[in-house]
């Protein structure tokens, strides 16, 4: 197993498109639903001193709340399970393909090998096994925001095909396809977890 994809302890869900489009460097950030979320509509999340060691050891990875009048420790802070540098392995849609000694087939890539592999149909990202993975993507950036307070650039940077016009509603179009089944609806205006990374490793372009 390859370096990088053996030091990613965390998976990261994705539909195959949106698989397809980190793949391809088209997609480098996504958005997940901070759990439990905060009580709170509006207000500052941020991190202290990164050179304070002593914060740093102990509480380097929670997230610390200014209302929006300037007080702080107004609700308690929140931790995120991410942290910048962390290497995730990408879950999403696969099969298997036992053509010329076997082979792993993702849904994104859309190949056509699907149909003469006579393969009975696609696995869920869910339980896909990392030993199939063929990405590794490494968090650059962290920030913790409404969901309605994305931009346009945010939405380019999600991997949505969209235009200067429809950005807003074919981001939140795409949200509610994907989380409202989950009970988590657009509408509501979740806290999340913006992660911003970039590839660390692809199955294709390295034999280790």
């Keep these: 197993m390859n370096q990088i994809l053996a030091q990613a302890r965390k998976g990261l869900l994705m539909k195959p498109d949106l698989a397809q489009k980190t793949y391809d460097g088209i997609k480098t950030e996504t958005r997940r639903i901070i759990t439990p979320q905060p009580h709170v509509l ?3 999340w941020y991190q202290r001193d990164p050179t304070d060691l002593l914060y740093r050891k ?6 610390h709340f200014i209302s929006p009048s300037g007080k702080e420790n107004y609700v308690p802070p929140i931790r995120s399970p991410y942290t910048i540098n962390d290497y995730l392995w990408i879950r999403e849609t696969w099969a298997w393909c036992p053509k010329a000694g076997g082979h792993y087939l993702y849904h994104g890539e859309n190949d056509g090998d699907f149909e003469t592999c006579h393969v009975d149909k696609w696995r869920p990202s869910l339980f896909m096994p990392k030993v199939a993975c063929r990405q590794v993507v490494q968090i ?4 913790v925001e409404r969901l309605h307070d994305i931009t346009y650039q945010g939405v380019l940077n999600e991997g949505i095909e969209t235009s ?5 509603e074919d981001f939140a179009l795409r949200w509610d396809m994907i989380n409202a089944k989950r009970g988590f609806h657009w509408v509501d205006n979740w806290w999340v977890w913006v992660i911003k990374y970039k590839t660390a490793w ?7």
């Design 58 to 63: 102990q509480y380097h990875d929670y997230w």
């Design 164 to 168: 200067q016009q429809t950005w807003y």
């Design 140 to 143: 650059v950036d962290i920030a």
């Design 42 to 44: 509006s207000g500052t």
């Design 202 to 208: 692809r199955k294709y372009e390295s034999n280790t």
